[in-house]
């Protein structure tokens, strides 16, 4: 008797299981390159300290300093590139040598093709590296239940005007 409820109770699960990833579709694969133009000073940053530094200057190695961000992301390299997205989040130095920030960032696309959907990207990010990599562990639109990874890579960065390139490849499996 209880080896036919076992049985009944896995058949259901299985067929659940089969029901839900058939209304979801196949799963796909989307590769792209954006990049964020950072402002980390002046009237127009994009990038600000919460925690406050006391001279003006944003502490990025200083354990525990938290920075808020909402950069354009722009199609190509050029600050006046088609903007397609924008990256607001935060970021938390989370290494008592500064070494690493912990970053959470949705990625909101505003532009016609996946205009609406979102990337959410999280993990332990070696800011001194030149490549970084952190986890996309979710999505929304058209990269419903998204996975993957996104690295990160500046470019160029003006210390005169605290502007800098980051270049992100971004690889996710999403339905």
């Known amino acids: 008797m209880a080896s ?4 009944l109770s896995l058949f259901l699960f299985l067929a659940l299981v089969a029901y839900s990833n058939a209304d979801l579709g196949q799963v796909k694969e989307t590769k792209m390159t954006v990049y964020f133009q950072d402002y980390s000073g002046g009237p127009n940053a994009t990038v600000v300290e919460i925690t406050g530094p006391t001279d003006g200057l944003l502490s990025f190695t200083k354990f525990g300093a938290i920075f808020c961000t909402d950069d354009p992301i722009t199609k190509g390299f050029e600050e006046s590139s088609a903007q397609i997205a924008r990256a607001q989040g935060i970021y938390v130095t989370s290494a008592l040598d500064g ?7 949705s990625i909101v696309f505003i532009n016609d093709e996946y205009k609406g959907s979102t990337l959410e990207v999280q ?6 590296e030149r490549v970084r990599e952190v ?11 998204a996975r ?28």
């Open 4 to 7: 036919s409820a076992i049985k």
């Open 99 to 105: 070494s690493n920030t912990h970053v959470l960032i």
């Open 123 to 128: 993990g332990s990010s070696a800011q001194f």
């Open 135 to 145: 986890a996309v562990v979710g999505g929304t639109g058209k990269f419903r239940l």
């Open 148 to 175: 993957g990874y996104a690295t990160f890579e500046t470019l160029s960065y003006d210390h005169a005007t605290h502007y800098a390139v980051i270049q992100c490849n971004v690889t996710v499996l999403h339905y």
